[in-house]
């Protein structure tokens, strides 16, 4: 029995080096036969047919066959000594369910994600664990929640990238010796509670309101210099006081107004006053 260990990380895969055994020999040698004394009708049971997408492993007497997982197309296998199971190595999404997690600043928020994965080593992914799908559902889930509770609320709600990239990177760590490649991660919705969505809501509404505020008051100090800028120019020229006083009359006459309001020099008012 030999243990063959992958990369850094320990990785671990069982592969049996060592011969069947006496016992395992004549249980072979009565499997051939059998396969010869039925032929061709023992085809049915020996040859299988995998998927351009599948991987078949094989177990032998209960021990992995040397060389690696079978396929695509046909393989051969001996009846009732040989068991295979068939691994699919496409990409699968992964939705992981919305969980309730206190963030750093002690906010609770629901958070739910999709994760892409696929299996590169079909021998790792059957050896090494039991159910690799259900196995990267619950792990995710778990990590998303670790992950998540290291932020505020700011953070989750704006940088959901490097979330996304943070949380790949364990993922793929985590899950390397299930022969599973995560490929990409992505945070589907972060919902907040109903208190905490109308308090924003609310200072929002106050923040544009004082951003309101401010613009007019620019508004109005950039107005008032113009209008002191042009009552300047007036009162150096007494002749364009009047015709000011003429064109207001004019633009009051042309709306058909029954009343018309005539200005009172203020100088006028100044000379009683004196009096």
């Known amino acids: 029995m030999e243990s063959n260990k992958v990369g850094p990380d320990a990785r671990q895969v069982i592969v049996s080096d060592d011969g069947p055994g006496c016992c395992g020999c ?6 051939y036969f059998i396969v010869v004394i039925f ?10 047919i995998v998927q351009e997408y ?7 007497l209960g021990r992995v066959l040397p060389g690696g997982a079978k396929g695509p197309g ?8 040989d068991d295979f199971k068939k691994v699919d190595l496409r990409t699968v999404a992964n939705d992981v369910p919305p969980q309730e997690i206190l963030t750093k600043d002690s906010v609770t928020v629901a958070v739910d994600a999709v994760i892409y994965s696929s299996i590169y080593d079909p021998t790792m992914s059957v050896i090494n664990v039991e159910n690799a799908d259900a196995s990267t559902r619950l792990l995710a889930a778990t990590t998303l929640r670790n992950v998540l509770g290291t932020k505020n609320m700011s953070e989750i709600l704006s940088d959901r990238d490097s979330i996304a990239h943070q949380m790949k990177a364990l993922l793929d760590q985590a899950t390397d010796p299930w022969g599973i490649r995560v490929e990409r991660v992505e945070i589907k919705d972060v919902r907040l509670p109903m208190q905490l ?10 923040s544009r309101e004082a951003r309101a505020k401010v613009i007019a008051a620019e508004g109005e100090q950039h107005a008032s210099l113009a209008l002191k800028e042009a ?6 020229s007494p002749a364009a006081i009047q015709l000011r006083y003429l064109q207001t009359l004019s633009t009051i006459a042309s709306e058909k107004n029954s009343t018309i309001i005539f200005p009172l020099p203020i100088d006028m008012l100044a000379a009683f006053g004196k009096k």
């Not at 599948?54 to 032998?60: G, K, L, N, P, S």
């Not at 009552?231 to 150096?236: E, L």
């Open 54 to 60: 599948e991987r078949a492993v094989i177990f032998r």
């Open 74 to 81: 046909m393989f051969f296998i001996l009846p009732c000594l």
């Open 39 to 48: 032929f061709p009708f023992s085809l049915a049971m020996c040859i299988k």
């Open 197 to 206: 969505q109308r308090a924003m809501a609310a200072e929002a509404e106050a």
């Open 26 to 31: 004549i249980l072979m040698g009565l499997s």
């Open 231 to 236: 009552a300047d120019i007036m009162a150096s």
